[in-house]
């Protein structure tokens, strides 16, 4: 059980049946009033964010998360699937339209953190940054470079990204997976 002022940002909290994880959190006391906790939540099973107040006398339960390493194996009919990485007989599927801002970013074989509340997959924690070739990119085209020349290329997993001229096929690129922007040339 946590106290209204042990209610700090990216702790992971239980609020009407639901983990939701801090964003923000201020306590202060207006007045001759007694103090609040002020906090800005994210609901991690809709994404939806709610500001919440917690008096002095509210207490709230910790979340308890659990992580799994899985490896990612293939797409098939809107259904991404993975096996946990100690029993690879433990296969299981997530729709595709659930996990599709994470597609780009994931070859088969990769391992990465599932992170689940009770039997309810929330989060896939893929690594910040990660190492795709480039499988189409158009020729460098002389000219205007003063603002650093960029072009788009596309990686082995079907992702597009913006890159420098000096980018060629076959070329291995790290990747940034929170921004999805090119990081270096390997």
Do not use: C
Request: glycine letters at 4%.
């Amino acid at each position: 059980m946590l106290d209204y002022n042990e209610i700090k940002p990216k702790r992971v909290i239980v609020l009407e049946d639901a983990p939701y994880e801090v964003l923000e959190a201020h306590v202060f006391r207006k007045q001759q009033r007694k103090p609040v906790n002020a906090t800005k939540l994210r609901n991690l099973l809709t994404g939806a964010v709610r500001e919440y107040s917690f008096a002095v006398s509210d207490k709230v339960n910790e979340a308890e998360l659990e992580t799994k390493m899985v490896t990612y194996l293939y797409n098939n009919r809107g259904e991404s699937w993975f096996y946990e990485a100690e029993d690879k007989a433990k296969r299981f599927s997530i729709p595709t339209e659930e996990i599709k801002e994470k597609l780009p970013f994931l070859k088969p074989n990769s391992q990465i953190e599932l992170l689940k509340f009770g039997d309810k997959i929330i989060d896939l924690k893929l690594p910040i940054k990660v190492e795709l070739e480039v499988v189409e990119a158009p020729p460098s085209i002389k000219g205007n470079t003063a603002q650093g020349g960029m072009k788009q290329v596309k990686l082995e997993t079907g992702a597009t990204v913006n890159a420098p001229l000096f980018v060629n096929t076959g070329d291995i690129l790290r990747i940034n997976t929170e921004t999805g922007e090119y990081v270096e040339r390997i």
